[in-house]
């Protein structure tokens, strides 16, 4: 018998004695999770299966626990439609299929396939006007892309290397993603850019300990697992505050309830099962709800309504190029004096993984600069002084989406970073960017 299949059938069983609620299921809301022999959180920085040993798609309900899926070799990654009636997710038909994105009706219906990926496609989530977004692993990468839940051609989003994976899509129409830490290969950090793929930026610059699997709550708050427990990005704060939860593991995914309750998965330690639990912030009681000694079980995700995002009109204008003005390269949480910026470098990263430098510039009195840039690549830029000494070079990757015209405040400013209101000297100059799209190597003259 095939794996993923033994799998199911086991769940059928321990669903009926080895799960153990620990509330009554007619008390608890309805919501689909997630059972696995094996979940590994972070494997996919690495461009592996969270999922080794497979997993199933549960439902829990007033009726208990039992499988969704039970003719498939493997389910998870649950996205509930904004009515409720539908859902998204990852599955594998046979053990040896890659994963692919499905959608089927709620409670139960006849799964429809919306994607044929040659690599492994997993971590959908439900945009606004019927399209969705998910995660192609292939090769070395990871990329986000965008796709019409009707069928047709996926847009990529992502063109950083590495690997990405997409958390939620916030309700400003924004999606949120998780992927390397710039200057560290194992740990993630959050970041977020608009459905079109351009303006994306990290969602905090202070990039604290590993941060991972957010969702956005009712008050707007981003709740994230990190190494010390679950911590919140709020408006009010540019930096985490982390969350008064018991010492233990979360994978993060939580899953806000009508009375603002949540829904949580933990751990003990590293070699401990996940369970689900309840947790209430006004008490900061947490109580578990379901939990089995032979399973993870994780990824709760409510049967419920919940409001659609904003849409977002894409901006992105028909061309093979991106225009990237920044107004003050000072403006920093790094300390670079003043006066001391001479010109401003652009690197790329070819297919080989080798950094090619795209050209110079120079950059203005007031730190302001104007580049012309090729669309769709990775992305690098690196300070210089008079002497052609680097001041500071970015240790990560970021991308400007073909026709994109993009206006930084500064140089790792961060996004709570309000602009000067003034017209930066580059522009006084000149509106002609300078070209970064010509030659391999050259020094441009644009903007002078």
Not at 4 to 28: D, E, H, Q, Y
Not at 137 to 162: E, M, R, V
Not at 341 to 369: C, M, N, P, W
Request: aromatic fraction near 8%; charge should be neutral.
């Amino acid at each position: 018998m095939r794996l993923g299949l033994s799998l199911a059938c086991s769940l059928i069983v321990f669903t009926a004695s080895g799960a153990r609620p620990a509330t009554s299921s007619a008390n608890s809301p309805a919501f689909v999770y997630v059972a696995a022999q094996k979940y590994e959180p972070l494997a996919w920085l690495r461009g592996k299966d969270r999922f080794p040993r497979g997993a199933a798609l549960m439902i829990h309900d007033a009726s208990g626990q039992r499988p969704l899926l039970p003719e498939f070799a493997a389910s998870a990654d649950p996205a509930v439609f904004f009515d409720g009636n539908r859902l998204l997710f990852a599955g594998k038909k046979a053990t040896r299929d890659h994963w692919q994105i499905w959608e089927m009706n709620l409670p139960g219906g006849a799964p429809r396939r919306l994607t044929s990926c040659a690599g492994n496609c997993i971590r959908p989530f439900y945009l606004p006007e019927d399209r969705f977004i998910f995660a192609e692993q292939f090769g070395s990468q990871t990329a986000i892309k965008a796709a019409p839940l009707s069928g047709g051609q996926a847009l990529t989003l992502t063109y950083n290397p590495g690997h990405s994976l997409p958390s939620d899509v916030l309700r400003d129409g924004r999606i949120l993603f998780d992927s390397v830490l710039p200057s560290n290969s194992v740990r993630p950090e959050i970041y977020a850019l608009y459905s079109d793929g351009s303006g994306v930026e990290a969602y905090r610059c202070d990039h604290g300990n590993a941060r991972h699997s957010g969702r956005q709550v009712a008050s707007g708050d981003i709740v994230f697992a990190h190494e010390r427990g679950l911590a919140r990005f709020t408006p009010a704060l540019a930096h985490q505050e982390d969350l008064p939860l018991p010492s233990q593991e979360y994978a993060g995914d939580v899953a806000e309830l009508s009375n603002r309750d949540w829904l949580l998965t933990y751990r003990s330690g590293p070699h401990g099962r996940f369970h689900i639990a309840r947790w209430t912030p006004e008490t900061q009681q947490l109580q578990t709800i379901l939990s089995d000694d032979h399973v993870d079980l994780l990824q709760p995700t409510l049967i419920a309504t919940r409001a659609v995002p904003n849409r977002h009109p894409s901006a992105l204008h028909d061309w093979n190029y991106a225009n990237l003005l920044c107004l003050n390269a000072y403006t920093s949480k790094l300390h670079i004096p003043e006066g001391t910026i001479s010109t401003v470098r652009l690197y790329t990263r070819e297919v080989s993984g080798h950094e090619t430098t795209l050209g110079t510039a120079a950059v203005q009195k007031d730190g302001s600069f104007y580049l012309r840039t090729p669309a769709d690549r990775p992305l690098k830029i690196a300070l210089l002084d008079a002497t052609g000494k680097s001041l500071q070079k970015e240790a990560g990757w970021f991308w400007l989406r073909r026709g994109e015209q993009r206006v930084c405040v500064g140089c790792h400013a961060g996004p709570e970073t309000a602009p000067e209101n003034a017209v930066p000297a580059v522009l006084l100059r000149s509106t002609i960017a300078a070209d970064m799209i010509g030659a391999t190597t050259h020094t441009a003259s644009g903007g002078h």
